[in-house]
């Protein structure tokens, strides 16, 4: 939390309804998450790999598969783990792309060398692994890395071109296959992937319709707190925060403030320049005030050209220069060409007691005070009952 005081140098821009809810950030975090999972899948395939391959050295049954492609494909694995750590995030799309070819393109080969080795060798428990469950993660893969519609397809083609090279297996003449193997090839390789596909898509599929609902009923309530036109949170909004500062007041034994301003002679603006000049009028003020602010500060537009304030740990002795700051601020600000645009302020001080209810009223009275007397100008309330302190700063 900043120090209590109103000549800190902390500066913030203003927030925008985009910025509230995202912006352009929003749109990189779908990638951020997809390089996450290809780190953390990347170094497993590649451990899958290699281990394959020293089993097969080791057993003493390696041949041309496990020594001239799972052995590359390990570090090809590897290389991509570490692309997606290095590259930026709108590029991870290639080290997709390069996964999704390397990955089902191993198990494929895999599966080629399977059937090509029962057609001219027959069955042979030493040498015959079932790959099934590796084609379903190829197909997974393709379902969690690709976009909802073209994720199925690329799942179903590439089962359909298992189905393709099995067929062409079962037509050219072999020796019979046992039935144990041909009730795995049946279940295993025809049924079991499509079923898989179509479940796991439509999990997919409901959990994006689902996460896509609950992003739009956060950003709906986001943008029922803020203000279209400066991007600040709205009166909706004060309630809220009002709570959180007086829980910390309460705790802390810190003072709370509140100011409420409005633009002088506003109409006069609208009615001169176009009421286009005057909302740009109330977007440049808007700028000023979260530039001279602290960011515990928090600006809210109550409504047409009033604007309230809630200042937390603003002892009394600040407050007062707090005001005439932001009030000299506006005043030196070129909104107009040809006129000055000022401000007048009513301030008061919160007590621990007090809730919300009497913050409008008590810093309406003081601006009325300052409206009163003058315009551009500070007017602060101590108590509800206390006597308006005019602070004069005439420009």
């Known amino acids: 939390m900043d120090e209590p005081t109103v000549f800190g140098n902390r500066h913030h821009a203003t927030r925008t309804t985009t910025d509230k809810i995202g912006g352009a950030s929003m749109l990189l975090t779908p990638l951020k998450t997809e390089r996450k ?52 995030v709108r590029s991870i799309w290639r080290v997709r792309t390069a996964t999704l070819v390397l990955g089902p393109g191993v198990v494929m080969v895999r599966f080629v060398q399977l059937l090509m080795d029962l057609h001219s060798d027959g069955f042979d428990e030493n040498y015959y692994f079932n790959l099934s469950p590796w084609m379903i993660l190829c197909a997974a893969l393709y379902i969690f890395l690709l976009p909802v519609r073209l994720s199925w397809r690329f799942a179903l083609a590439y089962w359909g071109s298992s189905l393709v090279l099995l067929a062409v297996f079962l037509v050219l003449p072999s020796e019979p296959l046992p039935v144990q193997v041909q009730t795995e090839f049946l279940l295993n390789y025809v049924i079991a992937p499509p079923v898989f596909i179509a479940l796991l898509s439509a999990f997919t599929r409901l959990r994006t319709d689902y996460v896509r609902a609950s992003t739009h009923a956060a950003d709906l309530r986001e943008l029922a707190l803020l203000d279209g036109l400066t991007g600040l949170q709205n009166r909706r909004a004060f309630r809220q925060s009002f709570k959180r500062a007086k829980a910390r007041q309460l705790r802390n034994k810190t003072p709370l403030c509140a100011m409420l301003l409005d633009i002088d002679h506003f109409k006069r603006v609208n009615d001169t320049y176009g009421h286009q000049v005057g909302d740009e009028v109330l977007i440049k003020l808007a700028s000023v005030m979260t530039r001279e602010l602290r960011g515990t500060d928090e600006v809210f537009r109550w409504g047409g050209e009033e604007f309230l304030l809630l200042l937390e740990e603003t002892p009394s002795e600040h407050l007062e220069q707090l005001a005439e700051r932001l009030r000299a601020a506006v005043e030196k600000e070129h909104f107009l060409e040809k ?27 003081a601006l009325y005070v300052s409206k009163r007397d003058g315009r551009n100008r500070v007017t602060i309330i101590d108590a509800p009952k206390g006597k308006p302190a005019t602070a004069d700063f005439q420009p």
Do not use: K, N
Request: glycine share 4%; aromatic share 8%; hydrophobic share 55%.
């Open 37 to 88: 999972l290809l780190i953390l899948l990347l170094p497993l395939f590649a451990l899958a790999a290699s281990s394959a391959w020293a089993l097969s050295e080791l057993q003493g049954q390696a041949r041309w598969y496990e020594r001239y492609c799972l052995v590359p494909s390990a570090v090809g694995f590897l290389v991509l783990m570490v692309a997606a750590i290095v590259l930026p």
């Open 339 to 365: 006129s000055t645009v000022t401000i007048s302020i009513g301030a008061t001080h919160i007590l621990p007691h007090e809730d919300e209810d009497v913050v409008y009223p008590r810093a309406d009275e």
